[in-house]
């Protein structure tokens, strides 16, 4: 039985060696880290999926438990809304808010230079637990983390430290972001057993898209399902779950610490030109020793893109802003707040926009390979089933995950749609390309993602 193992085990090598037989000399070492790249990918996939189920399992008890659930009323929540010339849905979001289930709350609205109905409609709603903060040129349209910058200014200086809302401990006091399109769960409140434990610095809610009305709508849910349930939670017990801005819940003393200088004193927690200002703060709090956490049981809904060009647009600044997060990748290797593996899955996710851009270029090439006869490919069932499990495998596994389903016919289901979740991956992955040309041409413009029009159904009440 040994010599059987060991006879199919130097098979199985032999035919991994001559996987690239006969590519030019100067291809094989390419080919080869691409490889290693692929399957270390996999492998880290696997021991988040494994390490998200026990989070996930302890996630929906907390609240339950003995440990935990602290009360809401503890804290002040205090929703800060980022609104440029957001007239479509600003009301639903104010709304929304107002209906989310905590005993102190203050919504702060950024009207960030608005040359539509915004700064219109939010002076006609009812004031009661609402400030607008208007933003003006020149300051104003600089950049979602100069608006946030300016809000937490605002509060810090202003509204906690006179009326009705002065003398509430930093600690106690929680700060979330939501998007104008963002509809915040009613029972937000519930990660309020999160902030018991006095190192967590942010949490963050689970991002759904609630317009899903075409293919890529749909895409994008999964998306969201697949990066909170999987590579969120299996970085949880870690506490480097990281934060994706719209449903972001942040302790304002973590905010306080990481601050960082400006021109005329501090300028704030959000570093300027940040083109994804929800990673860098969330990669900061983790460096300053601050947890971050992820609920599954707390959701954010929002819109998502119907159309290829804006959603190409979308994700060329968010793979811009993963290409500007290199900078801090000397630091968090140092962090000494986190163990070897948690430091190494750290560096492997700072990194990942350059594994992507090797490992696309090696795609390129043996495409260009095969064009041009310099290779020619002997298709063979394992070289067919390499190549689907390479390109595909792991993108099902992560979708069958994160979709949670034990029922056998939803799982035949699961697996035919994640196929296709996986052609929309490779659909959208040209925008890393694109992301590094812009950022190495220093470019840090960014164009708002439009809205779309609220159905009357679905505008809040």
């Not at 130097?10 to 399957?39: D, K």
């Not at 539509?116 to 104003?140: F, I, K, S, W, Y």
Request: no cysteine; hydrophobic share 45%.
């Amino acid at each position: 039985m040994i010599e059987e193992l060991q006879r199919a085990a130097g098979e199985a090598w032999g035919w991994m060696l001559s996987v690239y037989l006969g590519l030019p000399w100067w291809a094989t070492p390419i080919f080869w880290a691409a490889s290693v790249i692929v399957i270390s990918s996999a492998t880290s996939l696997a021991i988040l999926i494994v390490r998200a189920q026990i989070a996930i399992r302890r996630d929906e008890r907390a609240p339950r438990a003995a440990h935990g659930r602290a009360d809401q009323g503890e804290y002040l929540w205090v929703f800060l809304v980022p609104a440029l010339n957001e007239e479509i849905t600003i009301q639903d979001s104010v709304g929304r808010l107002r209906e989310v289930e905590v005993d102190h709350k203050r919504i702060l609205v950024i009207n960030d230079g608005s040359d539509d109905r915004t700064g219109e409609l939010l002076a006609a709603m009812d004031q009661r637990d609402l400030t607008v903060l208007t933003r003006v040129a020149p300051n104003a349209r600089q950049g979602k983390s100069e608006a946030l910058n300016d809000a937490w200014r605002y509060l810090s200086e202003t509204l906690l430290k006179k009326g009705d809302l002065a003398g509430w401990d930093p600690r106690q006091v929680i700060v979330t972001i939501v998007d104008a399109d963002g509809r915040l769960d009613p029972q937000a409140g519930k990660v309020a057993h999160h902030f018991a434990d006095d190192r967590v610095g942010g949490v963050q809610s689970l991002v759904r898209i609630y317009n899903l009305r075409s293919p890529l709508t749909w895409a994008q849910n999964v998306e969201f399902s697949v990066f909170g349930f999987v590579f969120q939670m299996g970085r949880v017990g870690w506490g480097t779950a990281n934060m994706g801005g719209n449903g972001q819940f942040n302790r304002l003393q973590a905010l306080n610490e990481v601050a960082v200088p400006g021109q005329h004193g501090v300028l704030g927690p959000w570093r300027e030109g940040r083109l994804t200002e929800d990673q860098d703060i969330g990669l900061r709090l983790i460096r300053a020793g601050w947890q971050g956490r992820q609920s599954t049981v707390v959701t954010v809904d929002q819109q998502g893109l119907n159309s290829l060009r804006a959603l190409y647009r979308q994700r060329t600044r968010w793979a811009q802003g993963g290409w500007q997060m290199l900078d801090l990748v000397p630091t968090l290797a140092r962090n000494p707040h986190l163990g070897f593996v948690a430091k190494w899955d750290q560096f492997w996710y700072l990194m990942t926009p350059l594994l992507q851009a090797f490992v696309g270029a090696t795609v390129a090439l043996s495409i260009v390979l095969f064009a041009t006869g310099l290779v020619d490919v002997r298709w063979t069932v394992p070289i067919a089933v390499l190549i689907y499990v390479f390109s595909l495998v792991p993108g099902v596994t992560g979708v069958l995950f994160a979709r949670r389903t034990l029922n056998p016919l939803r799982i035949i289901a699961q697996v035919i749609l994640a196929h296709g979740y996986a052609l929309y991956s490779w659909l959208i992955f040209p925008v890393v390309y694109r992301a590094l040309w812009r950022y190495l041409r220093g470019s840090k413009s960014w164009a708002k993602t439009r809205r779309e029009l609220i159905e009357p159904a679905e505008s809040a009440g």
